[in-house]
């Protein structure tokens, strides 16, 4: 067998690439000074947070969070007692097959064909919920991830949660901005937290904004029905349905889009958010905190209510704000019931005591 004959081995070596004369003064066009954006780059201001301008003397309410999924019995028995009716059904379609067949052959058929149609109708409905269960599990990932990548030493976690936060919401034209400045950071050397909270405030500025539009539209809804309605039941129904759909539009606004166990699994979130913390008291003295005093007692019993009312679908819509939204709020202001008081209660908010300010 013969040698493999030896590479001859180099030394390291620097090279100096000539470049064409040009117009940069003697710099090398391809080196520039360090920075830590490109000059096209326009960082979002404060003033474009719908949040951040507004003060309140009320205190500030808890985030809200999804409720840990633990062990439970009646898990187990709802789930056996649901694959004991689907075996019950199953036998009974069957049979009504069969009895079919017995009196016609093409009453068989149509029976097998019919059953046919509905079990695949059946799997697509049951295919969409899993995705929706899916799309709202991975926005709380995400949201987790948000908050590790935040305590990373370094900014490749960051980078992954600026790129599952693109890949979330590439289908939203609100965000197309903020992902083409985005994109112009990737060759620039950010810090994870800076680059978090660039990510936030590009991404999720434009829709905390109209976030804000669908909780007041709701708040002011609510709050004229039920001033004007005659019924409490009409009222209640009412409430009932501003806040589901509210709770809906908020999922689909940050990426969500929740089927219908999606859907009850956050509206269960929010009324046990709602029932730890506490909801807004009804009566006179919180509209004499928000109005004034003197105003207050000059106000209608339908009046407060719709006041009250309004602002319980608000405190519903943060709540649903806090479960949707896929990153936590670090460098936008998080919105509190105060946000909402002036639209819902136009030129009463200026005239509160100094009792209540101080």
Same mark, same amino acid.
């Not at 709770?247 to 509206?267: F, Q, V």
């Given at each position: 067998m013969s040698e493999t004959p030896k590479i001859p081995q180099r030394k390291p070596a620097v090279f100096t690439i000539e470049n064409e004369p040009s117009d940069t003064g003697g710099r090398d066009p391809l080196r520039r000074s360090p920075a830590s954006f490109d000059e096209n780059i326009v960082m979002t201001d404060d003033a474009d947070d719908p949040f951040a301008a507004t003060t309140s003397a009320l205190p500030d309410v808890t985030e809200a969070a999804p409720r840990k999924r633990r062990f439970s019995f009646a898990r187990i028995a709802f789930g056996a007692l649901g694959i004991l009716v689907s075996l019950a059904v199953g036998l009974w379609v069957d049979g009504l097959i069969r009895d079919l067949f017995t009196r016609a052959d093409w009453l068989g058929y149509l029976a097998i064909t019919t059953a046919a149609i509905g079990l695949l109708a059946f799997l697509v409905i049951v295919a969409r919920e899993l995705s929706g269960l899916m799309r709202l599990n991975a926005v709380q990932a995400l949201k987790q991830e948000a908050i590790d990548a935040s305590l990373a030493p370094t900014a490749?976690?960051?980078?992954?949660?600026?790129?599952?936060?693109?890949?979330?919401?590439?289908?939203?034209?609100?965000?197309?901005?903020?992902?083409?400045?985005?994109?112009?950071?990737?060759?620039?050397?950010?810090?994870?937290?800076?680059?978090? !909270?660039?990510?936030? $405030?590009?991404?999720?500025?434009?829709?905390?904004?109209?976030?804000?539009?669908?909780?007041?539209?709701?708040?002011?809804?609510?709050?004229?029905?039920?001033?004007?309605?005659? $019924?409490?039941?009409?009222?209640? %129904?009412?409430?009932?349905?501003?806040?589901?759909?509210?709770? $809906?539009?908020?999922? !689909?606004?940050?990426?969500?889009?929740? %089927?219908?166990? %999606?859907?009850? $699994?956050?509206?269960?979130?929010?009324?046990?958010?709602?029932?730890?913390?506490?909801?807004?008291?009804?009566? !006179?003295?919180?509209i004499q905190q928000l109005l004034g005093h003197g105003l207050a007692s000059k106000l209608s019993a339908r009046l407060g209510e719709g006041v009250i009312n309004g602002l319980m679908t608000a405190r519903i819509g943060i709540a649903a704000m806090d479960l949707c939204r896929p990153m936590p709020f670090r460098a936008l202001k998080r919105p509190g019931i105060g946000d909402f008081i002036g639209d819902l209660t136009p030129g009463t908010t200026k005239t509160r005591t100094p009792e209540v300010d101080g």
């Open positions: 490749k976690p960051a980078r992954q949660v600026m790129a599952h936060l693109i890949h979330l919401l590439a289908a939203k034209p609100q965000t197309a901005r903020g992902r083409l400045r985005l994109k112009e950071t990737e060759i620039e050397i950010i810090d994870g937290p800076h680059l978090l !909270d660039l990510t936030e $405030r590009e991404l999720l500025t434009p829709l905390d904004r109209e976030a804000r539009g669908l909780i007041l539209n709701a708040s002011k809804r609510v709050s004229i029905v039920t001033a004007v309605s005659p $019924r409490a039941l009409v009222d209640l %129904g009412y409430v009932i349905y501003e806040s589901a759909r509210l709770i $809906r539009a908020m999922a !689909d606004l940050y990426g969500g889009r929740p %089927g219908t166990l %999606g859907m009850l $699994r956050l509206m269960r979130d929010v009324i046990a958010h709602l029932a730890v913390t506490g909801s807004i008291a009804v009566g !006179d003295s919180l």
